[in-house]
């Protein structure tokens, strides 16, 4: 069956960088487009950033521009994201999503395999 698996997730001081995993089997792992979102306690799951397939597309939220990267690697079946300058916001827990569209995977319906996601804290 079709696992997502989340790491890398912790508590950081404001500031501070922090690189998340997402390692994926049971799929085509080349043929998803893939990713990232967040969602802080009380509030919706809301989006972080996406992958296309090959890595050539990539888009990301407002909040985390210019701060977080996400890129992947087919060969290793896993999809990663570097975030960086992490703020007390960011504080959520964060999960990988893989969609079998060639559309970037923006809102969480669209996605068809979910993580079971990893705590991200940053204390102020």
């Known amino acids: 069956q079709v696992q997502l698996v989340e790491s890398g997730g912790g508590l950081v001081q404001a500031g501070g960088s922090l690189r998340l995993s997402c390692a994926a089997s049971g799929l085509t792992f080349s043929r998803y487009a893939m990713g990232w979102f967040h969602q802080a306690p009380g509030k919706e799951r809301e989006f972080v950033a996406a992958?296309?397939?090959?890595?050539?597309?990539?888009s990301y939220a407002d909040s985390v521009k210019g701060r977080f990267t996400i890129s992947r690697d087919n060969a290793k079946n896993t999809m990663y994201l570097q975030m960086n300058s992490l703020k007390s916001d960011d504080t959520a827990v964060y999960y990988c999503?893989?969609?079998?569209?060639?559309?970037?995977?923006?809102?969480?319906?669209?996605?068809?395999?979910w993580g079971q996601g990893t705590q991200v804290t940053v204390s102020s």
């Open positions: 999503a893989a969609d079998s569209s060639f559309v970037l995977p923006r809102v969480p319906k669209s996605c068809d395999y």
């Open positions: 992958i296309s397939q090959s890595g050539a597309r990539t």
